[in-house]
DNA sequence: GTCCATGCAAATGATTTGCAGTATC
DNA sequence: GATACTGCAAATCATTTGCATGGAC
């Protein structure tokens, strides 16, 4: 479940900053679209529809607070677009990161959860000696139906 | 072990491209730096230091030719630049991927082999009806010696 | 000799920044 | 009312492209 407009607002001010109608249409884009892995274009274009005044440099400055607050990840799928999404479970403590999967073939991207890493993490920590805060996994293949019209 | 000039020459032409110098030197100076997680910036830095009159357009369009032919890989640490490394195990018909650690601390890049993915990967081919042709795991954290000075 | 490849400079495209006006607290 | 935020336009920076020259086969 992602964040409310409230809780945002309230974020936005125990972080000292202003609470505005562009920062909060910007985070109700995102949150508008859970699956969308929007870029900075797209939520520019959602955010102008209800206010065309804003302006792109507002966005591209919305987007790296909110990355700051750690409301949305960053995500790069290597097309040479930045994609965005609301950062889902906050409230749990622990890391449930949804990963994701790319169709080569069609782009489409599907998130999925899993925790499976937690077991390579533990032996990361162990062997390398190197202390695991955080992972970003990507699988790269062909969705159902792209598949079946390769075949 | 990475490839050798001589086997790169037989698959330049075995692709019907030419054999130029300015390629020769990008690929060594991959091969050079087997950890080194290169940006094209630096590749053009490194063969310049043997070939003053290259062009940067020039390492640019090696860098794609290399990509197609699978012989490096694109890496994205998400500070701003792309990265390529060259391609290690070309041999083995096995996806034998190595994976990174990457300390937010330093930013130094830590390279390691595990298959332990390939239970997920057969899991999402179950589950999600993807079929999974690839992967990049990227894990984040502090390496031993930025721990050390944090606690 | 034929083309592909290169070097240079100009173009591109995403993101950033400077600055004067504007809205929030 | 002070100051952080915004919009606009200009700047930046990695990467790409057009084109005339040069090199590989």
Redesign the interface.
Do not use: A
């Given at each position: 479940m992602s964040i409310t407009t409230d809780k945002f607002k309230t974020i936005l001010k125990e972080n000292g900053v202003k609470v505005t109608t562009q920062r909060i249409l910007v985070l109700e884009a995102l949150s508008s679209c859970p699956d969308g892995h929007l870029t900075a274009e797209e939520i520019y274009d959602l955010v102008r529809a209800a206010y065309p005044e804003i302006g792109l440099a507002t966005v591209y400055r919305t987007i790296q607070l909110l990355l700051e607050l750690h409301l949305i990840d960053?995500i790069?799928l290597?097309d040479g677009f930045v994609r965005y999404e609301i950062g889902e479970m906050k409230e749990s403590r622990t890391r449930h990161h949804h990963h994701h999967?790319i169709?080569?073939q069609c782009g489409k991207v599907?998130s999925?959860q899993?925790d499976?890493?937690e077991?390579?993490?533990e032996?990361?920590q162990r062997t390398?000696?190197?202390?695991?805060?955080?992972?970003?996994?990507?699988?790269?293949?062909?969705?159902?139906e792209c598949?079946r019209k390769i075949d």
């Open positions: 960053r790069n290597d999967l169709c080569r599907i999925f899993d499976l890493l077991e390579l993490e032996k990361i390398m000696h190197f202390t695991v805060s955080d992972h970003e996994v990507k699988l790269y293949g062909y969705c159902e598949r």
